[in-house]
């Protein structure tokens, strides 16, 4: 055992992501420079180059690996996630999300139309390469990436096209007054706007953290689809999220800038991809964040 395995279990983690990648079919999508997943080695070492890092992020609960492919389209993606998801629905083993995974399953309903809907402007930034990554703040100029730019920025994608990164296992985020404290770090808890979340990530517990991507959202509901049967961010179980990693600037047709969100229609359903504005505090009682520790090129 190597002395990273006592601090993350990288080669466990890296071959169930690996495993789902190619279940998933998404390592079918991958061309030019971004043909190929990086290899465990490759990833071994960029984990052991920031091992004091991940030592820290660990303790504080973040002990899963993400490989979030951010070269791939997002309408590609979002067609894969439709096509399991019609897969599921035609076998009829599909769930709710469970915090046990010994508890009974609650089958879900799956719509025999569309299955994934995206609001039209969120669709519109996205065809029209509008959508900012990892803004630094909310207003005229946030400040950021285009897609274009972010999958070739050594400081997001540590392998082109590729964000390697760490997030926390659970299916849910805390509840408000229900969060825990790890290694110092607050678990962040539902009930907060965009603006809020993005406050309290710049203070130093939250060192390295960045929102969501649209991408880091899809992969992330394949992961747990494929591995538990179960779809994610159920808006009735409080667990929609705010995809933080994202901004849509100010548009002729909304005058505001948007913060994107992803969550599960219970009652038509389907996956719902829209967003809102970044003080928004009519929806925070269902809606949370999730964040990943992205690691750098070494």
């Avoid at 303790?59 to 070269?71: D, E, R, S, V, W």
């Avoid at 799956?110 to 930034?125: C, V």
């Avoid at 703040?137 to 285009?146: I, L």
């Avoid at 494929?226 to 005058?255: A, C, F, M, T």
Wanted: overall charge positive; aromatic content about 12%; proline content about 6%.
């Amino acid at each position: 055992m190597s002395t990273l395995d006592y601090i993350f279990p990288v080669k466990r983690e890296y071959e169930r992501c690996a495993k789902l990648l190619q279940q998933s079919g998404i390592l079918n999508l991958l061309d030019g420079n971004q043909k190929y997943l990086p290899s465990l080695e490759q990833v071994c070492s960029l984990l052991y180059s920031h091992r004091e890092l991940v030592t820290i992020k660990a303790a504080q609960g973040f002990n899963k690996l993400l490989l979030t492919p951010l070269a791939i389209p997002i309408p590609a993606l979002a067609g894969l996630l439709e096509t399991q998801l019609s897969l599921k629905a035609h076998s009829g083993n599909i769930y709710r999300s469970r915090l046990d995974p010994k508890s009974p399953g609650v089958p879900v309903k799956i719509s025999a139309g569309k299955k994934i809907w995206f609001w039209d402007t969120l669709r519109q930034a996205i065809d029209g390469n509008q959508l900012i990554y990892f803004p630094r703040h909310y207003g005229d100029q946030p400040w950021g990436w285009s897609k274009t730019e972010v999958i070739s920025h050594p400081g997001i994608c540590a392998f082109r096209g590729w964000s390697i990164g760490l997030i926390e296992e659970g299916p849910f985020t805390a509840r408000q007054d229900k969060a825990k404290t790890l290694a110092g770090r607050k678990q962040l808890e539902t009930g907060l706007s965009p603006r809020e979340y993005m406050d309290l990530l710049q203070q130093q517990p939250y060192c390295q953290e960045t929102g969501f991507t649209l991408e880091d959202f899809f992969i992330r509901f394949l992961t747990r689809l494929l591995k538990q049967d179960e779809i994610s961010y159920d808006r009735y179980d409080h667990n929609s999220l705010w995809l933080l990693g994202h901004y849509i600037p100010y548009l002729s047709s909304v005058k505001s800038g948007l913060v994107p969100t992803g969550w599960w229609h219970r009652v038509y359903g389907r996956l719902r991809l829209d967003a809102h504005r970044p003080g928004n505090r009519q929806c925070t009682s269902s809606w949370g964040t999730s964040t990943v520790v992205r690691l750098p090129a070494a």
